[in-house]
């Protein structure tokens, strides 16, 4: 069965504190894997698609890293803003698009 | 471009009661679906779209009704509302199902209560 776990659940960081979510993931043939982030009442926005082992994608202080059976997003010296739900989801060869979702990382950045 | 707009925001509902939850997109996206946000439980997909005139189930279907008229509207009919059913809602939409281009985006959501 295809599934997703993120871990850790919550995540509480200083601001200028850098540190890694984690994405494992189990899927009978990676399409891609997707990382979303959400804030409170608003639907999930579309951040960086990983579509291969070695790959890494970066945007402002946030990089995107994937492995056989797991993704880390890094973030860089984060600052207040940067607090968020990050969400991962996997697609699979022969999904038809759809996506299979982890329960999420809830990040707080302190100032 | 709007992108992917759904209708209401807000919903009180009575048992029982049946509505439809509007999504539109305008990026001539072929590929469309619902899915539904529970506390602890993550997203969960409902129903899916690969095209006008194709609909398909997902992960938790029952109780929902889909239909795909034209590429730009998704919407969602809840037939005859449960408890059960109180959640956020949130339609996306992507380029391609097949090839790159298939990051979905997604509306605002759909807040629904039933009591």
């Known amino acids: 069965e295809d599934q997703v776990t993120q871990s850790p659940e919550a995540l509480r960081l200083q601001e200028g504190e850098s540190s890694s979510l984690n994405c494992s993931y189990t899927v009978s043939g990676l399409r891609g894997l997707f990382w979303y982030r959400q804030d409170p009442g608003k639907g999930p926005e579309f951040l960086f698609t990983?579509?291969?082992a070695g790959e890494e994608k970066e945007k402002e202080r946030l990089k995107a890293t994937l492995t056989k059976k797991e993704s880390f997003l890094h973030i860089t010296a984060p600052k207040p803003e940067d607090s968020a739900t990050y969400l991962c989801a996997v697609q699979a060869f022969g999904s038809q698009g759809n996506l299979i979702f982890g329960k999420g990382t809830k990040l707080s950045v302190k100032p | 471009n709007a992108g992917v707009t759904q209708t209401p925001k807000f919903q009180v509902l009575k048992t029982g009661q049946s509505m439809t939850l509007q999504c539109a997109q305008d990026?001539?996206?072929?590929?469309m679906s619902w899915y539904r946000q529970d506390p602890g439980m993550g997203l969960r997909l409902i129903h899916y779209s690969v095209g006008a005139g194709i609909t398909d189930q997902g992960e938790v279907p029952n109780g929902y009704n889909v239909s795909r008229s034209t590429t730009e509207d998704f919407p969602l009919r809840l037939l005859s509302a449960a408890p059960s059913q109180t959640s956020v809602y949130f339609c996306?939409?992507?380029?391609?199902?097949?090839?790159?281009?298939?990051?979905?985006?997604f509306g605002q959501g759909t807040r629904l209560t039933v009591v």
């Open positions: 996306a939409s992507s380029y391609s199902t097949t090839a790159f281009g298939t990051e979905a985006f």
């Open positions: 990026m001539n996206h072929e590929y």
């Open positions: 990983l579509y291969s």
